[in-house]
């Protein structure tokens, strides 16, 4: 029964981690390489709210108002004169994530960090003692799904964006003001990954380059799963599993390289990932 809960927590917390940068990669075509350092930014966010000894659910409102505020300026300045050269967009996300990383370091230092949990205790599940907090996260993930792929299937900004991915010429041609969409978009993916941070903390430690094994397996997931949130949360429960099993049973090093790995071998298999025949 562990190993099943395992399995299901380790799923939801990689789709919480990697939707953000889904929804960002799915509209503009750009991986957004900031993402680890915006997962960083959540998790500082909840760390300032467990100095300021207040609720540690206020992390979540914060996470996001900061994550938005620094996606909106990213956007502005940054990525949007990289869109036609996705080339260019990836290494200056990649150099923006260094920075906001050192400024991290200056701000904070670079000592290892703990966030009160928002949830204490263990719940009690088919005879088993697990931790309340990790279940909390598995309908989490699954409300999150929901809700983002509601917003990008069910909405008319949800149409407007898929009108974007499609034919961009066409879609401004219809009057559909691409540059906002494109906006909203960016700061979507950046609140998501911030508060993807401040969700996660309470599973680990907070220190500055906490983000880079995260968006290096957000980036596999990603480009595996191909565009749809559906997708990106079956691949997280696979990818998951995969993880955990190695994990318990051979060793927990080699645990860690399981998404990379599997990742690579799907790749090469079928080269466009899972979403394409």
């Keep these: ?39 960083t930014i959540g998790a500082y966010a909840s760390f300032v709210i467990t100095q300021l000894k207040l609720n540690p659910w206020f992390g979540v409102p914060l996470a996001i108002i900061v994550g938005v505020a620094v996606g909106m300026v990213v956007e502005q300045l940054i990525v949007r004169p990289l869109y036609k ?27 290892v960090q703990f966030v009160e949990t928002p949830l204490k205790g263990a719940i009690l599940v088919a005879g088993t003692d697990y931790s309340a907090y990790r279940l909390l996260l598995i309908p989490v993930a699954l409300g999150l799904c929901a809700a983002l792929g509601g917003l990008l299937s069910g909405t008319r900004f949800g149409v407007k964006t898929r009108a974007v991915i499609m034919n961009e010429d066409l879609a401004r041609g219809l009057g559909i003001h691409s540059g906002r969409i494109r906006f909203i978009t960016f700061s979507l993916g ?13 599973l680990s430690s907070v220190d500055p380059d906490m983000g880079l094994p995260w968006l290096v397996s957000a980036f596999m997931l990603v480009m595996v ?9 079956v691949t997280c429960l696979v990818f998951g599993a995969c ?3 190695v994990s318990t049973f051979v060793s927990p090093v080699l645990g860690g390289l399981t998404i990379a790995v599997l990742a690579a071998f799907v790749l090469r298999v079928r080269p466009k990932g899972f979403s394409h025949g």
């Design 1 to 39: 029964m562990v190993l099943t809960l395992d399995i299901l927590t380790t799923a939801a917390v990689l789709f919480i981690v990697t939707a953000g940068l889904m929804v960002i990669f799915g509209v503009m075509k750009i991986v957004n390489f900031a993402h680890g350092a915006l997962l």
């Design 85 to 111: 050269r996705p080339l260019d967009a990836i290494l200056a996300t990649w150099g923006l994530g260094i920075v906001i990383g050192q400024t991290i370091v200056m701000t904070f230092g670079r000592e």
């Design 190 to 202: 950046a609140a998501l990954g911030s508060l993807a941070g401040m969700l996660i903390t309470p």
């Design 225 to 233: 799963s191909g565009h749809s949130m559906a997708s990106l949360l």
């Design 243 to 245: 993880q955990v099993l």
